[in-house]
């Protein structure tokens, strides 16, 4: 993937690097590897990253390099693949499934079918998953396919503009129609797994809507502002009203559903390359439709 910047009159005399970092938005550590790989290019002549810029010189970067990822074994497992280009690959992901291969799942995740995935297409690349989903959680997941757009991405997470948006059903009937829980969420003392509300932990804020109220339960729309782990189901409990099917956090069974009701139904951001705004939309997987249904009646 190459990129390419104009200097314009009011970049004239500031230093090449100034140009790579701040205009183009490139990290210090991608820089830094452009360097050492001669991919800085100035009106096509390679340039150091000291060298003063002029109007009109157009800046040119290469930011695609071979990779590895020896940890992750190639696997053929079915991905419902929502949108992919040079940037990024979007999934739908199927509950049961861990997104990345852990030491209690080494195998069989959302990554090794990505990387099987890229090999079939000959692009050499670490899987770079943009953000994660529980096992149990359905929905979309974004994997970048370089540094750049990881970074990219990542960034517009921290500023609020890359929005994340699940649906849920919770047990009980919540009394205002909208709201925003704001409580920080800890790692769980003596757990590995477990978060819960602590003044110790992190800021943690999610905003809900009702879509509509069901038999002795609710189905929310949820907005993460932040994205901690386990955020909305520990935010759901904390407020009385947990996910229903969530055997972490509630104490109330169902044979309605085997899993935690949450599905993340939509991601929204813009588009390293080009600016334009990237929208991906899931539908309301099957277990959790037939989930409505019978709370319906």
Same mark, same amino acid.
């Given at each position: 993937?190459?990129?390419?910047?104009?200097?314009?009159?009011?970049?004239?005399?500031?230093?090449?690097? @100034?140009? &790579?970092?701040?205009?183009?938005?490139?990290?210090?550590?991608?820089?830094?590897?452009?360097?050492?790989?001669?991919?800085?290019?100035?009106?096509?002549?390679?340039?150091?990253?000291?060298?003063? %810029?002029?109007?009109?010189?157009?800046?040119? *970067?290469?930011?695609?390099?071979?990779?590895?990822?020896?940890?992750?074994?190639?696997?053929?497992?079915?991905?419902?693949? /929502?949108? +992919?280009?040079?940037?990024?690959?979007?999934?739908?992901?199927? #509950?049961?499934? *861990?997104?990345?291969?852990?030491?209690?799942?080494?195998?069989?995740?959302?990554?090794?079918? *990505?990387?099987?995935?890229?090999?079939?297409?000959?692009?050499?690349?670490?899987?770079? #998953?943009?953000?994660?989903?529980?096992?149990?959680?359905?929905?979309? !997941?974004?994997?970048?396919?370089?540094?750049? %757009?990881?970074?990219?991405?990542?960034?517009?997470?921290?500023?609020?503009?890359?929005?994340?948006?699940? /649906?849920? *059903?919770?047990?009980?009937?919540?009394?205002?129609?909208?709201?925003? !829980?704001?409580? #920080?969420?800890?790692?769980?003392?003596?757990?590995?797994? &477990?978060?819960?509300?602590?003044?110790?932990?992190?800021?943690?804020?999610?905003?809900?809507?009702?879509?509509?109220?069901?038999?002795?339960?609710?189905?929310?729309? @949820?907005?993460?502002?932040?994205?901690?782990?386990?955020?909305?189901?520990?935010?759901?409990?904390?407020?009385?009203?947990?996910?229903?099917?969530?055997?972490?956090?509630?104490?109330?069974?169902?044979?309605?559903?085997?899993?935690?009701?949450?599905?993340?139904? +939509?991601?929204?951001?813009?588009? #390293?390359?080009?600016?334009?705004?990237?929208?991906?939309?899931?539908?309301?997987?099957?277990?959790?439709?037939?989930? /409505?249904?019978?709370?319906?009646?």
């Amino acid at each position: 993937m190459i990129l390419n910047y104009t200097v314009k009159k009011e970049d004239e005399g500031k230093l090449l690097k @100034f140009i &790579l970092k701040n205009k183009m938005s490139l990290s210090e550590r991608l820089i830094k590897r452009l360097k050492l790989s001669e991919k800085i290019l100035v009106n096509d002549c390679p340039k150091f990253v000291n060298h003063v %810029v002029s109007s009109g010189e157009v800046v040119e *970067v290469n930011i695609d390099f071979e990779e590895t990822a020896e940890d992750i074994i190639p696997e053929d497992i079915n991905l419902d693949i /929502i949108y +992919e280009d040079h940037c990024f690959i979007a999934i739908n992901k199927q #509950p049961g499934i *861990v997104v990345h291969p852990t030491f209690s799942h080494p195998s069989g995740t959302i990554a090794n079918a *990505v990387m099987l995935h890229y090999l079939k297409n000959g692009e050499t690349k670490k899987i770079r #998953p943009v953000s994660r989903l529980d096992r149990d959680t359905s929905g979309v !997941i974004v994997f970048a396919k370089n540094e750049f %757009v990881q970074a990219s991405l990542i960034k517009q997470m921290k500023e609020n503009t890359y929005t994340k948006e699940y /649906i849920g *059903v919770v047990n009980g009937i919540l009394d205002t129609p909208t709201g925003s !829980i704001n409580l #920080p969420i800890a790692r769980k003392p003596d757990s590995i797994m &477990l978060r819960h509300i602590s003044e110790d932990g992190y800021e943690s804020v999610t905003h809900y809507n009702v879509i509509e109220y069901l038999n002795n339960a609710t189905l929310l729309r @949820f907005r993460l502002e932040t994205g901690r782990t386990h955020q909305i189901r520990v935010h759901c409990q904390a407020i009385g009203h947990p996910l229903i099917g969530d055997t972490l956090y509630s104490d109330i069974k169902t044979d309605l559903i085997n899993r935690q009701a949450l599905h993340s139904i +939509e991601t929204t951001f813009s588009h #390293p390359i080009d600016k334009s705004l990237v929208n991906l939309k899931t539908e309301i997987p099957n277990d959790i439709v037939n989930l /409505i249904n019978a709370l319906r009646k």
